[in-house]
């Protein structure tokens, strides 16, 4: 079984930052990708961010020159730097990994609520 724990939501202010952590456990032989997606009150869920498991990333337009996303391999965790954050940010956060341990599939985390007031 595998498992994606994410950290580091909350509220900030326009302008402000956040770092988010997900952190993959479990019977791994190895992760292929691990991203970063949101879903807004009322919006369908959205890609953010993902890295492949080199360092070849790919981002949302919308968040292009402000967030950043970074993986440590040897600790299973991706994170997201978020910068100059906008109200329009705001939504539930989910970390996404591709994991091949019995079989290859899509493992989500729980979600983490940022909130970005202005």
């Known amino acids: 079984q595998v498992q994606l724990v994410e950290s580091g939501g909350g509220l900030v202010q326009a302008g402000g930052s956040l770092r988010l952590s997900c952190a993959a456990s479990?019977?791994?032989?190895?992760?292929?990708?691990m991203g970063w997606y949101r879903q807004a009150p009322g919006k369908q869920r959205e890609l953010v961010a993902v890295?492949?498991?080199?360092?070849?990333?790919n981002y949302a337009d919308s968040v292009k020159g402000r967030f950043t996303i970074s993986r440590d391999n040897a600790k299973n965790t991706v994170y997201l730097q978020m910068n100059s954050l906008k109200p329009e940010d705001t939504a539930v956060y989910y970390c996404?990994?591709?994991?091949?341990?019995?079989?290859?599939?899509?493992?989500w985390g729980q979600g983490t609520q940022v909130t970005v007031s202005s």
């Open positions: 996404a990994a591709d994991v091949s341990a019995n079989g290859r599939r899509v493992y």
């Open positions: 479990g019977s791994i032989f190895s992760i292929n990708l």
């Open positions: 890295i492949i498991s080199g360092s070849s990333t």
